[in-house]
């Protein structure tokens, strides 16, 4: 896999991102990189419009840098409508930049996904007259006159006045091809993947040149990613400040039989996921600690507590099977072993089984026990178990032992996860937290 760099507008030295700071800083116009994931025989997609993925896993941690050093990301609505694409930062530790869709007939499904409430900026340059379906709370529209194609440049002065001076065009071709015949490209970056297509889009055109000496000649200069050599060699990229990270080095990896990169969760199931494991985190030593201490007014205060806790968690999980059910998990990480995702899978659906029989089990010891279970002192659940004092131990028995099954569930799985992101940074916990580097 090749990342071949190459320098345009204007041909000026070759060097690493951190020329983008000093050149932004001397020159009023902004900073254009652009890129480009082909084949070997220069196309972008298949004749069926097939681009995911073209390249590799190290081509993917190079763009997603790419994306890190930039303010604004900026695509066509024809990449939108074929890719549906993120356009967020997850392979790496960074910021996601801002998200620009150049759609001048307000075709755009607002539902697509880069248009996802995040934090960060979405904008749509389309015409001024347009009349277009609602988009999406928050996404910003930049009105252009009404020009059968708008000028690139007064898409970019439009851009820095929306306050971006730093972009990425990342596609597609007719985007990339504007920008690059309007001469606004400073930088382009050119993934080349060893695969043949025969046939297919072409990334790059132009007006076509007589002459070789009418062609357009950039400087280059070409890294080499360690996946075209099965993870044994290393091309090397600088390690340079993005944003407060630093861009990871190339380093080998293991090799990955595949290209595709993980997926993340939708993000309704990460919010509940996090909000939930942190109760979840709560409860459990909550619960350790109130039966392990003397009986008094702390203690009664603890158990209440812990109900409450058990209660709030019993109905996020009824909300969350709901959000699953509506929200399908990504597929199996790509080059995860299958035993070990069945293993990972089975600890999910226990840990699924758990949320619902443990606070069932602890209301129904509490009122076995004889006492009434008071959520956060706001309201008193009804009882569904008379006072028995022998139900009362068995409740009381299965939740304790079961919590210990908890524990050592829930210990696993997060160290599990942990191992994912921070020894083994193979993307699975961004599957579940996509800000996070892998
Ligand atoms: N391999 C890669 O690196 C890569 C990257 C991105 C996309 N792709 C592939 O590229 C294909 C899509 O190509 P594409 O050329 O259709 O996509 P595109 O460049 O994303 O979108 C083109 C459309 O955007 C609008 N547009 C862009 N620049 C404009 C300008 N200056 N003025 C007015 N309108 C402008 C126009 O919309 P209207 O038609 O509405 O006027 C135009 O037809 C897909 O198959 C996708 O998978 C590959
Ligand atoms: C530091 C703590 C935790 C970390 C780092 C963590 C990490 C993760 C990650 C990375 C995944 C996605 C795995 C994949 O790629 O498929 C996941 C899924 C899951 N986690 Fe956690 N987790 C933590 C705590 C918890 C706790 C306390 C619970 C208890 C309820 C929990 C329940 C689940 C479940 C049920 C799934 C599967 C989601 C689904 O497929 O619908 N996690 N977790």
Redo the contacts with the bound molecule.
């Keep these: 896999m090749d990342d071949t760099t190459l320098r345009l507008r204007s041909h000026k030295r070759v060097s690493g991102y951190p020329a983008q700071d000093q050149e932004a800083a001397a020159n009023p116009r902004p900073h254009v990189i652009a890129q480009l994931g082909q084949s070997l025989d220069g196309r972008i997609a298949t004749t069926s419009g097939e681009s995911k993925y073209i390249n590799g896993p190290h081509a993917l941690d190079h763009l997603h840098a790419l994306r890190a050093s930039v303010d604004a990301v900026v695509v066509g609505v024809g990449t939108v409508c074929a890719d549906d694409p993120l356009l967020t930062v997850r392979r790496i530790a960074g910021v996601s930049p801002a998200r620009v869709v150049i759609d001048p007939s307000g075709r755009v499904d607002p539902n697509a996904r880069c248009f996802a409430e995040d934090g960060v900026r979405r904008l749509v340059v389309r015409r001024r007259s347009v009349v277009a379906p609602p988009l999406p709370d928050g996404v910003e529209v930049v009105p252009m006159d009404d020009a059968p194609a708008f000028d690139p440049s007064a898409v970019l002065q439009s851009l820095v006045q929306h306050g971006f001076r730093r972009i990425l065009v990342e596609g597609g071709p007719t985007t990339l091809s504007a920008f690059l015949e309007a001469d606004l490209v400073d930088q382009l970056h050119v993934f080349v993947s060893p695969v043949i297509l025969g046939a297919g889009r072409i990334g790059l055109s132009r007006k076509a040149c007589d002459t070789l000496a009418h062609a357009l000649r950039p400087k280059a200069q070409v890294h080499v990613f360690a996946d075209s050599c099965s993870g044994a060699i290393c091309g090397r990229a600088p390690a340079v400040p993005v944003r407060g990270t630093r861009l990871r080095q190339w380093r080998p990896i293991p090799p990955m039989n595949s290209t595709s990169h993980?997926e993340p969760?939708a993000p309704p199931?990460r919010r509940i996921?996090?909000i939930?494991?942190?109760l979840?985190?709560l409860v459990i030593p909550l619960g350790f600690a109130m039966m392990n201490m003397d009986s008094g007014p702390t203690q009664d205060r603890l158990f209440d507590l812990h109900r409450s806790i058990g209660f709030t968690i019993l109905c996020l999980a009824v909300i969350?099977v709901l959000i699953?059910i509506l929200n399908p998990?990504?597929a199996?990480?790509e080059g995860m072993p299958k035993a070990l995702w069945i293993v990972?899978?089975s600890?999910?659906?226990a840990?699924?089984v758990?949320?619902f029989v443990m606070p069932v089990l602890g209301w129904l010891a509490s009122n076995a026990f004889g006492s009434a279970v008071s959520i956060f002192g706001l309201f008193t659940l009804p009882n569904i178990v008379a006072k028995n004092d022998a139900l009362a131990d068995l409740f009381g028995d299965w939740h304790a032992r079961l919590g210990f099954v908890?524990t050592a569930?829930?210990i696993m799985?997060?160290g599990?996860?942990?191992w994912?992101?921070v020894i083994l940074r193979d993307g699975?916990?961004s599957?579940?937290?996509p800000g996070l580097s892998r």
């Design positions: 993980p969760y199931a996921h996090w939930m494991a942190a979840v985190i969350r699953r998990p990504p199996p990480p990972a899978n600890v999910h659906y840990l699924y758990l949320i908890m569930l829930v799985h997060a599990a996860g942990l994912h992101g699975v916990l599957r579940m937290w």
